[in-house]
């Protein structure tokens, strides 16, 4: 299957500070999505990219849609305790299937 | 909050026995799927359907069946629960948009 390789694994932060991770496709998406998910719960959908080049923003959260189609980025400016969680990526590039990268875990040291 | 609810939430069951997970959703969208959530594997899909009755199969597909008989309900299958079957098992949406939403998950274990 289509391999997202997703950086960092794991994160550890000061509570302020802010983070980036990224990920990366062999091939070309058409759609890029970021979910965080906690404990025991499903995945949360935050920013869906929709177009190369394309920059989003949810609240602290930002996301790009790389210029080569084939990787995007995510940004959390000013971390706060809440932000804990597995955030992973998902691209699609039919619009039926999606493949998933394997996480990066963020930990927030208050 | 995406109107997708999964039963059961938990099941342990024996190697050999049949299971069947149920997903609903109460939005009516076209396209539903199945993953698994495994450490280090992140999630991998399943099965997935296009529409009643339209269903095709995914990275990890063997050892499962899909059933949709109906818009609202994806039913996945184990026809015969082995061990290395003992995951978390999701129900996505997707809307117009090609934003997948996800359920709350079913926790299998198979002993």
């Known amino acids: 299957g289509q391999q997202l390789n997703q950086s960092p694994q794991s994160m550890f932060i000061q509570e302020g500070e802010d983070v980036s991770m990224n990920c990366t496709s062999s091939s070309i998406f058409n759609t890029w999505l970021w979910y965080k998910q906690e404990p025991g719960e499903g995945p949360v959908l935050l920013i869906a990219?929709?177009?190369?080049?394309e920059l989003t923003s949810n609240g602290r959260l930002t996301a790009q849609f790389g210029i080569t189609r084939k990787d995007s980025f995510l940004n959390i400016s000013a971390s706060i305790p809440s932000d804990v969680g597995i955030y992973f990526c998902?691209?699609?590039?039919?619009?039926?299937?999606?493949?998933f990268g394997t996480g990066t875990s963020l930990t927030v040291i208050p | 909050d995406a109107g997708i609810t999964q039963s059961p939430r938990h099941k342990v069951t024996e190697t050999g026995t049949p299971v069947t997970l149920r997903c609903h959703q109460t939005e009516n969208h076209r396209y539903m799927y199945w993953y698994r959530q495994d450490p280090g594997h992140g999630l991998r899909l399943i099965h997935y359907?296009?529409?009643?009755?339209?269903?095709d199969k995914g990275e990890v597909s063997d050892g499962y069946s899909v059933s949709r008989s109906k818009t609202e309900d994806f039913l996945l299958t184990l026809e015969s629960a082995t061990s290395s079957q003992t995951s978390v098992y999701f129900c996505a949406i997707k809307d117009s948009a090609d934003e997948q939403f996800f359920g709350p998950g079913t926790r299998l274990t198979v002993l």
């Open positions: 990219l929709y177009k190369a080049g």
């Open positions: 998902a691209g699609t590039n039919t619009g039926n299937q999606f493949y």
């Open positions: 359907s296009y529409g009643v009755k339209d269903t």
